[in-house]
């Protein structure tokens, strides 16, 4: 596998980044299989992955499919924003009931290359949620405090595959 990231059997990981800062890029790397992603199903419910209100739809897909596979030992790879302190509760505590490792990757990108990234996108974000989803972004302590095992950042794991870190925040 060409992932950057060597996972525990059987974990949870969380993506946490603004639109445009390169998750589904990382996600890529990873089997399809691992991957939930709320965009997706939005799509496949309205043919829209930007129609919000199909959220709550793409929410109980996302969780049968994360019971399904953390219930198996299955690594899991959350694609979504994750920003929301509330979200990412809510994966921990999936984690924690089927006893399984909660990882997330913090994606550390200066917030104009999030911009130019989010511009060069087939659906692009309006400009106003980039941001304010950036300045939503949680730090590594933070991420530890509200029980991720482990916390990785981005530009790290980039650096150490050799990957340019150019573009990322400290």
Request: hydrophobic share 45%; aromatic share 6%.
């Amino acid at each position: 596998m060409d992932g950057l990231l060597d996972l525990p059997d059987g974990a949870l990981c969380a993506l946490v980044g603004p639109p445009g800062s390169g998750k589904s890029t990382f996600a890529a790397r990873y089997p399809d299989s691992w991957r939930v992603c709320l965009d997706v199903y939005r799509c496949l419910a309205t043919d829209s992955e930007a129609d919000q209100s199909a959220t709550p739809v793409a929410a109980e897909i996302q969780n049968l499919l994360l019971d399904a596979r953390l219930s198996r030992r299955l690594n899991v790879l959350v694609d979504s924003t994750n920003v929301f302190p509330h979200g990412r509760a809510g994966l921990l505590a999936r984690a924690r009931y089927w006893q399984r490792p909660a990882v997330a990757v913090l994606f550390d990108v200066l917030l104009p290359r999030v911009e130019a990234q989010n511009a060069g996108r087939d659906r692009v974000v309006p400009l106003h949620i980039v941001r304010e989803h950036y300045q939503l972004l949680p730090d590594v302590d933070q991420l530890h405090r509200e029980g991720f095992a482990a916390v990785h950042l981005i530009s790290e794991l980039l650096a150490t595959s050799g990957a340019l870190r150019q573009g990322t925040r400290r």
